[in-house]
C-alpha cells in the first residue's frame, strides 16, 4: 500500500490527507481557558467530563473545538507541475495556463515558464498555551510559507519549529500575544476496538467539521515507514482533515488524523491516525531540538512464524530473529548473533520486527539497555548501547521473508571462484552453495532456490556442504530446522522442517 506524498493528489489506495488544494502519542482534550488570564496566573487544561452522554457529542465538542486550527501552506509549483494537457509552447498550452493556472505559457521567443503559487489545506491543534501546534509532516512539507487560522477566524503567520518525515509529524509555533486554548496528549494505548472516537480538522476546507465513528483497529501497518502502528477508524475523515486530533468521549487525543484508504479519494469509513503515544515522543524532541535523534543498534531483523518457532525452540512465534548483524554496530559489540530472536528491550516487549523497531527508535542514544535475547533455547541477557540513527542509515529494517515447511530435497556445491563470482559474494563468505531444489519437495515448498548460500545452520556457522549437511542431520527427522541463507547479498532465515 503507498502513501501519496502530496496534500494535492488522489490516490486509489492509502490517500494522505494532507490539503485540500486552493490556487509521538496521545493527546488528552483538555483545555485551558479561551480567555486571556494575568500573567501570574497560573493555567493548566482544564479537566473534560468523566462521560460524554449518550444524547451527543455537542458538549465535548464546544470544549475541543477552540484548540483546532486550519493550516494553509503555500509552496511554489513548477511550471512542469501545472498539468496542461496540450504540447508545450502552443497557444492551446498557453491559454490553458493563463485561464486555469494563472501562469504564463512559454513565450514565443522561447522564453521560460514562470512558476506559480499554490495553497493547500490541513488541519492541526495546540499542544500548549504558548502557540505550539501539532500536524502532519505532509501539510507543510514544501511550504515557502504557513499560516495558521485559529477557530475564532485570526490568521497568524506559522513557524515550523522541527518535522518528522518518518512518522510525518510536525510542530508549528505562532504568537497570538495571549495565552491560548490546547489539548494534552493523552494515552493512546487505552483506545481499544469499538471505542467511541470523534475526529475534528478542515476537510475539503470546510473548517470546523466534527465526525465520529469508533476505533475499528489497532497497530495497523499501511506501508508508510519502519514506525507503522496506526490506529483505524471509521470516523469520517477526507482530504484536509492531516493533522486534525481524533479524541475519544474523555476529551483525550488518541490520534492524529494521517491517511485513508480510499479507491476514489474520498472517506470510505477506512482512515488511520498516529497514535498518540508515538506523537508524544516525537512533539518532546521537536520543540527541544528541532529534530529527532532515534538510537540504531544494527539488525536485520524478520518475522517468527510457527514453522520458525519450532525450529528455534521458542515456547511461541513471537519476537525479532535476527538474520543480519552490521559489522562493528552496537548490536555486534553487544555480541547478537545471527539466529537470536530479540523478545524485549529494557521493559518492554518485542513482538516482531516492527516492534523492535519502534522500540529501538524511541531509545536514548549512548544510553544501555538490557536486550533479551532467545539463543539456542536458552534466555540471555545482553546489554547493548544505542547509536544515533544517521539519516542514511536504516533502522532495522524488515528482511520480511517468512517461510515455512520441511527440509532436504537439495543438492549442495561448495563455493569455487567461478560460483563466487557469479554470486558476487564477497571473500569472506563461506558456506554451502545451493546447486539445486528437487521440486515439491520440502526444502522447495520452503522456498529455498537455486544460488542461494546457506552460512549457518540455527545459531551455528557453517563453512562447507560438509558441514551443513552433518549440522541438519543433528535435528530430529520431525523437527523444522533454521537455515541462515544468503540471498542476493542479504541474510534470512527459513524454517525447513517435517519429515525427512
Known amino acids: 500500500m503507498s502513501i501519496l506524498k502530496s496534500p494535492r493528489r488522489l490516490a486509489l489506495a492509502a490517500v494522505l490527507l494532507g490539503g485540500t488544494a486552493l490556487g509521538g502519542l496521545g493527546l488528552s482534550a483538555h483545555m485551558a481557558a479561551a480567555q486571556p488570564t494575568p500573567a501570574a496566573a497560573t493555567t493548566a487544561p482544564i479537566a473534560a467530563p468523566a462521560t460524554t452522554s449518550l444524547q451527543g457529542f455537542g458538549p465535548l465538542v464546544a470544549r475541543v473545538r477552540p484548540a483546532v486550527v486550519t493550516i494553509t501552506s503555500t509552496e511554489r509549483v513548477q511550471p512542469e507541475q501545472a498539468g496542461s494537457p496540450f504540447p508545450p509552447g502552443s497557444q492551446q498550452d498557453q491559454m490553458f495556463r493563463r485561464f486555469f493556472h494563472g501562469q504564463q505559457g512559454q513565450g514565443q521567443n522561447g522564453g521560460q515558464e ?43 503567520p506559522a513557524t515550523i519549529i522541527g518535522r518528522d518525515e518518518r512518522t ?13 486554548p490546547f489539548l494534552a496528549l493523552g494515552d493512546s494505548d487505552k483506545a481499544q476496538p469499538g471505542d467511541w472516537v470523534v475526529a475534528m480538522g478542515n476537510p475539503y476546507g470546510l473548517g470546523g467539521t466534527v465526525t465520529a465513528g469508533i476505533v475499528s483497529a489497532r497497530g495497523r501497518n499501511i506501508g508508510s515507514g519502519p514506525y507503522d502502528d496506526f490506529l483505524q477508524t471509521d470516523a469520517p475523515i477526507n482530504r484536509g482533515n492531516s493533522g486534525g486530533p481524533l479524541f475519544n468521549t474523555q476529551g483525550d487525543v488518541v490520534g492524529v488524523n494521517t491517511a485513508i484508504f480510499s479507491p476514489s479519494g474520498g472517506s470510505i469509513g477506512i482512515g488511520f491516525a498516529i497514535p ?12 527541544s531540538k528541532g529534530h529527532i535523534d532515534r538510537g540504531f543498534i544494527g539488525v536485520s531483523a524478520q518475522n517468527v512464524d510457527p514453522a520458525m518457532a519450532s525450529a528455534l525452540k521458542l515456547a511461541s512465534p513471537d519476537g525479532a530473529l535476527v538474520a543480519e548483524v552490521q559489522p562493528d554496530s552496537p548490536a555486534a559489540v553487544a555480541g547478537v548473533r545471527p539466529g537470536d530472536v530479540i523478545t524485549a528491550v529494557g521493559n518492554q516487549k518485542v513482538s516482531d520486527p516492527r516492534a523492535l523497531a519502534r522500540i529501538v527508535g524511541g531509545l536514548r542514544p549512548d544510553q544501555s539497555e538490557d536486550l533479551v535475547v532467545q539463543r539456542d533455547g536458552n534466555t540471555q541477557t545482553l546489554k547493548i548501547t544505542p547509536a544515533k540513527l544517521q539519516d542514511t542509515a536504516s533502522a532495522n529494517d524488515q528482511a520480511d521473508q517468512p517461510s515455512s515447511g520441511g527440509r532436504l530435497g537439495l543438492a549442495l556445491a561448495p563455493i569455487n571462484p567461478d560460483t563466487r563470482e557469479s ?27 537455486s544460488g542461494d548460500v546457506i552460512v549457518g545452520v540455527g545459531g551455528r556457522a557453517v563453512t562447507s556442504p560438509e558441514e551443513a549437511v552433518k549440522a541438519i ?18 541474510s534470512l532465515f527459513v524454517a525447513v522442517g517435517g519429515e525427512g
Open 114 to 156: 514562470e512558476s506559480r503559487t499554490a495553497k493547500a489545506l490541513g488541519s492541526g491543534f495546540l499542544v500548549s498555551e504558548d502557540g505550539f501546534v501539532v500536524t502532519n509532516n505532509h501539510v507543510i512539507a514544501g511550504a515557502t510559507k504557513v499560516v495558521v487560522t485559529l477557530d475564532s477566524g485570526r490568521e497568524l
Open 473 to 490: 542431520g543433528q535435528s530430529k527427522a520431525n523437527q523444522a530446522v533454521a537455515l541462515r541463507v544468503l540471498r542476493d547479498g542479504h
Open 276 to 287: 498518540s503515544n508515538l506523537v508524544k515522543q516525537v512533539v518532546a524532541q521537536l520543540e
Open 168 to 180: 510525518d509529524i510536525a510542530v508549528l509555533k505562532i504568537d497570538a500575544g495571549q495565552k491560548l
Open 423 to 449: 554470486l558476487g559474494l564477497a571473500s569472506s563468505v563461506k558456506g554451502a552453495v545451493i546447486a539445486a531444489v528437487r521440486p515439491d519437495s520440502p526444502a522447495g515448498n520452503a522456498g529455498l532456490r
